[in-house]
């Protein structure tokens, strides 16, 4: 059955199809939906669902204070040791959690890369704000442990913003370029598990940064991109008399290491990303 | 160290493929298994790049290639219309507003709050058609997923396209379904070893994808009397060919209306069978049987037997009062067993062909003659038909 009347019409709305705020639009709901969806399901078969995300730091923290303080009475020197220990814990799990679920976001959702047109950005970015949405509920219960644990409010605490947007842009980049890793080599999943491990111990989580020998061993621990947002953590919010980052790394290396790597990791990101983005859907 | 040496095999789908479909055209595409029709759609949805050329779409552009993209299980089947209506392009706040009437749509109102893992697989396929259906665009490309849930709700999905349609949007449809290529598509297209084999008339396409499939299955020896069927009680007879002839005994694939059908089998016996004798049935594309005469005997005497080694050819004339569509042929042989009557003698083997003609001199598959004769009815006065 033709239909010759059909033929000659062209079709309306001027090549391509969607102008640039058309696609933010877009780009944003993307993220968005498919962040709550993975939010919310987490929680769905659960009896006390959203519960769960006050409870669970509630306990993890109870725990990890319970064995630090009063079984292996670690840091006892340390002032505030516990409230210290609790808020590194929210920002390193916040640091593997989302660094994980973003290198594995597009494997997880290949059937939406190869069903659909989405902004390939917009795949890991939605896996790292899902992972936000637990962030934020620990910041809140971890503060809530910090004043319970004797810390005070002080003004300093209004910097905090700066150290969450410091770790959700190392986060992000982490997190685009391991997704791009990952969903061309499986074997990057292998090894991001290793490295997060030796991230956790070679980052000041459970011990301040100065207490590493100063030489060396200090300026290769100073490379880590955390390790400046540790230390800042301490100071701004538990322990005013702790050494800021360039008192603690000891010298213009060890203070400038953490943020050129910073800017390598961002660099790889880009090239990692460009040559892989366009052809995601087929390497799912 | 032993490493796994990644392997790739560089595939040149397509080559050359330049075609242009018009605004308020409902395109069809078809092709054998690997012909590159769904990696098209890809390419033209812009979820695959191209090596080398230009896609250029005007309008908006939801490919629907899967259906109930973004489902998931454990969420309320509300949440998840609004999740597969923004994966198909609509805003949230869009998505949000169409709830409803995807929900009304697919019939699924009172199962709204209720998980879309409690709900039926019918039940989630018609909340995805509904959804595809909502998002409106001007330009769709479908995947073979055209024709989902119980015959009502067909219906009501072949109305919602039919009403696209009229209101000037254009659909790209990929998909194995002939009749459903002749009876939507304006035009069509077929794709072989990716290239395009032929463009046009869909008639003629689907006519030609038939053919082309049937060169495909002789060429590969696709036989159904396979040797699982040749050791156990099928093993009588093979039918080593069979399909719908002309005039002069030439393979075709496609017959004029009301032009007698002949079919012709040739049989390769490998045991003594008694009373053996040719089953036909045709079926329309919905797999309707339209036509199942009774066994026909072989052989005229009674007793008398095929031998092994025979070759017999069989030649049967139908008449043809099949509408213009898709019809599959089944032809098998019977053999006749004192005890246990007429059993099976060897495996099936299914003729598809096609009528050619317009679909629209009625619904249905059979074209039986009718009058109507109109009595006892007043003459009327004014304008009436001449």
Redesign the interface.
């Known amino acids: 059955?033709?239909?010759a009347s059909?033929?000659?019409?062209?079709?309306?709305?001027?090549?391509?199809?969607?102008d640039r705020s058309e696609r933010r639009?877009?780009f944003l709901?993307?993220v968005?939906?498919?962040a709550t969806?993975e939010f919310?399901?987490r929680y769905?078969?659960s009896v006390l669902g959203y519960a769960w995300l006050v409870l669970q730091p509630l306990m993890l923290f109870g725990v990890l204070y319970l064995v630090f303080t009063r079984v292996i009475r670690f840091g006892g020197q340390i002032p505030d040791y516990a409230a210290m220990l609790l808020l590194n814990i929210v920002f390193f799990y916040f640091f593997r959690e989302a660094t994980t679920s973003a290198m594995r976001s597009f494997v997880a959702r290949g059937?939406?890369?190869?069903?659909?047109?989405?902004p390939p950005l917009a795949i890991p970015l939605s896996a790292i704000l899902a992972v936000s949405f637990i962030f934020a509920t620990n910041l809140v219960v971890g503060f809530g442990w910090v004043i319970a644990l004797g810390v005070s409010p002080r003004l300093s605490w209004l910097l905090l913003p700066v150290l969450v947007l410091y770790l959700v842009a190392l986060v992000t980049v982490l997190g685009i370029v391991l997704a791009a890793s990952f969903a061309r080599l499986r074997d990057v999943g292998m090894a991001w598990l290793p490295v997060l491990r030796l991230l956790f111990y070679a980052s000041p989580v459970v011990f301040p940064f100065e207490l590493i020998p100063k030489g060396f061993l200090r300026d290769v621990a100073a490379i880590n991109p955390l390790s400046p947002l540790f230390v800042e953590l301490r100071t701004w919010v538990i322990d005013p008399a702790a050494p800021h980052w360039p008192e603690a790394a000891g010298s213009t290396f060890a203070t400038l290491a953490p943020f050129v790597s910073f800017a390598l990791i961002c660099v790889a990101t880009f090239f990692a990303y460009r040559g892989t983005h366009?052809?995601i859907?087929?390497r799912l | 160290m032993p490493l796994i040496r990644e392997r790739y095999q560089r595939l040149e789908v397509f080559t050359g493929i330049d075609f242009t479909v018009?605004?308020?055209?409902?395109f069809g595409i078809v092709g054998r298994n690997g012909s590159g029709k769904s990696t098209l759609l890809?390419v033209i949805?812009?979820?695959?790049?191209a090596d080398a050329g230009r896609v250029?779409?005007?309008?908006?552009?939801a490919?629907v290639?899967?259906l109930g993209?973004?489902f998931?299980p454990?969420?309320p089947t509300r949440?998840n219309a609004?999740?597969n209506g923004?994966?198909?392009?609509l805003?949230?706040r869009q998505a949000r507003a169409r709830t409803d009437a995807i929900l009304d749509f697919a019939e699924l109102h009172e199962f709204a709050e209720m998980?879309l893992k409690n709900l039926s697989s019918g039940m989630k396929v018609r909340l995805a058609f509904a959804s595809m259906l909502q998002t409106d665009p001007?330009?769709m490309l479908i995947d073979e997923v055209l024709a989902v849930g119980d015959k009502a709700f067909q219906e009501k999905c072949a109305e919602s396209m039919a009403e696209r349609r009229r209101r000037g949007k254009?659909v790209v449809l990929v998909t194995h379904a002939m009749p459903a290529v002749?009876?939507l598509?304006?035009?069509a297209m077929l794709l072989e070893d990716g290239l395009i084999e032929q463009i046009?008339?869909?008639?003629t396409v689907a006519a030609r994808y038939l053919e082309v499939n049937l060169e495909h299955t002789e060429l590969a020896g696709e036989s159904p009397a396979d040797e699982e069927a040749e050791q156990g009680s099928l093993g009588f007879v093979h039918i080593a060919s069979a399909s719908l002839v002309d005039g002069a005994g030439q393979r075709r694939a496609t017959a004029t209306p009301e032009e007698p059908l002949e079919l012709a089998a040739t049989l390769e016996v490998t045991r003594p069978i008694e009373g053996a004798a040719l089953q036909i049935e045709i079926c329309n594309d919905r797999g309707g049987r339209m036509f199942m005469p009774p066994p026909m005997p072989i052989l005229d005497a009674e007793g008398s037997r095929l031998r092994a080694g025979d070759q017999p050819t069989l030649r049967l004339e139908i008449e043809n009062r099949f509408l213009p569509g898709s019809y599959t042929a089944r032809l098998s042989i019977l053999r006749t067993s004192r005890h246990r009557g007429e059993l099976p003698a060897s495996r099936p083997v299914e003729v598809p062909f096609v009528v050619s003609g317009?679909?629209?001199r009625g619904a249905g598959s059979m074209a039986l003659r009718h009058a109507l004769v109109v009595e006892n009815l007043a003459p009327r006065t004014g304008a009436g038909v001449g």
């Open positions: 059955m033709s239909n059909a033929a000659a019409e062209p079709i309306g709305l001027g090549p391509n199809r969607v639009r877009r709901d993307l968005w939906i498919a969806t919310r399901r769905a078969e059937s939406i890369v190869r069903s659909v047109r989405v366009g052809r859907a087929e | 018009a605004k308020g055209e409902f890809k949805a812009g979820i695959y790049p250029e779409i005007h309008g908006r552009l490919p290639l899967d993209v973004g998931n454990d969420l949440d609004v999740i923004v994966m198909l392009g805003s949230s998980r001007d330009v254009t002749e009876r598509c304006d035009r046009g008339d869909p008639g317009s679909t629209r």
